[in-house]
C-alpha cells in the first residue's frame, strides 16, 4: 500500500465555518496575533489570552467536518494515510481519520504552564483561570503560540521522508517550519496541490495543481490518486 502523507493547512477547515487568521475577513483583523497568541501575550493579560481561546473552542462545537475532511476519510481504503495537519481543530479526528499529527498543538487540550508535559482533554469549551493541573500550576491552551518551537516537527519529517505520495490541502506554504517539511520528501514522490489560491512553493517538475476548495478538490486528488497508482 502507497503512503500518502498530507499537509493540510487553515483553508480545509475554513469551509466548515473555522475563521482563520490570515484570510480576509479573518481574525488578524480583529486581533494583533501577538496580544492573544504569544507568550508574552499570556504574561500580559492571561485573561484576554484564555477568553480568545475559549471562543474559539466554543466555536469548535457549532461546526462539522466538511467533504474535504471526510475525503481524506475515504482515502484510507487504498492508501497508507498520514495527516500532518497545522490546524488547531479536531475536525480530522470527527471525520473519522485514523492517523494525525497536530504540528501547532489541540485546541480542545490544556496543559500546565509548570510541567509542558502534563496535557489534558478538556471537558467542554471553557477553560478558566484558576484552573490547575495536579501540581497547582494553571493550565493554559495546548497551542504552539508565536515565537515557541514546535517539537512535533521532529516526528513529522520522518513521515515526509518516507512518502510515496504528498498532498498539501489548504495552506498558503507560508508557516515555517511547516512548510520546510516538503523538503524532506523523496525525489520522486509526487505532490499534489490542492488550493483555489497560488502558494509560496516553488514547483517541482512532479507538482500536480488542483485549483480548487477541499471540499470538491479531495473529491478530485481522491479520482486521480486511485486512477494513477490502484
Not at 38 to 45: F, G, I, K, T, Y
Not at 149 to 171: E, Q, R, Y
Request: hydrophobic share 40%.
Amino acid at each position: 500500500m502507497k503512503k500518502l502523507v498530507v499537509l493540510t493547512g487553515a483553508g480545509i477547515s475554513a469551509e466548515s465555518g473555522i475563521r482563520t487568521f490570515r484570510e480576509m475577513g479573518g481574525l488578524w483583523e480583529e486581533y494583533d496575533v501577538i496580544e492573544v497568541a504569544s507568550p508574552q501575550a499570556w504574561d500580559n493579560n492571561p485573561q484576554l489570552v484564555n477568553d480568545f481561546y475559549n471562543a474559539r473552542r466554543k466555536q469548535l462545537y457549532e461546526v462539522e467536518p466538511n467533504n474535504g475532511h471526510k475525503g481524506l476519510v475515504e482515502l484510507e481504503k487504498y492508501f497508507d494515510v498520514q495527516i500532518v495537519t497545522q490546524n488547531v481543530d479536531n475536525l480530522h479526528e470527527r471525520a473519522g481519520s485514523s492517523s494525525i499529527l497536530h504540528l501547532h498543538g489541540e485546541l480542545n487540550k490544556v496543559r500546565s504552564t509548570g510541567d509542558p508535559d502534563l496535557i489534558y482533554e478538556l471537558d467542554g469549551w471553557e477553560l478558566k483561570i484558576g484552573d490547575t493541573c495536579e501540581k497547582g500550576f494553571q493550565l493554559r491552551p495546548h497551542i504552539v503560540w508565536f515565537g515557541e518551537p514546535v517539537p512535533a516537527i521532529a516526528n513529522a519529517a520522518p513521515l515526509f521522508k518516507s512518502a510515496d505520495v504528498c498532498a498539501v490541502i489548504g495552506t498558503s506554504l507560508n508557516v515555517y517550519p511547516a512548510a520546510g517539511l516538503l523538503r524532506y520528501l523523496p525525489k520522486m514522490a509526487e505532490i499534489y496541490l490542492v488550493d483555489p489560491n497560488d502558494t509560496m512553493m516553488t514547483p517541482r517538475q512532479n507538482t500536480v495543481f488542483i485549483k480548487e476548495k477541499a471540499g470538491t478538490g479531495v473529491k478530485k486528488l481522491k479520482e486521480m490518486l486511485v486512477a494513477k497508482y490502484l
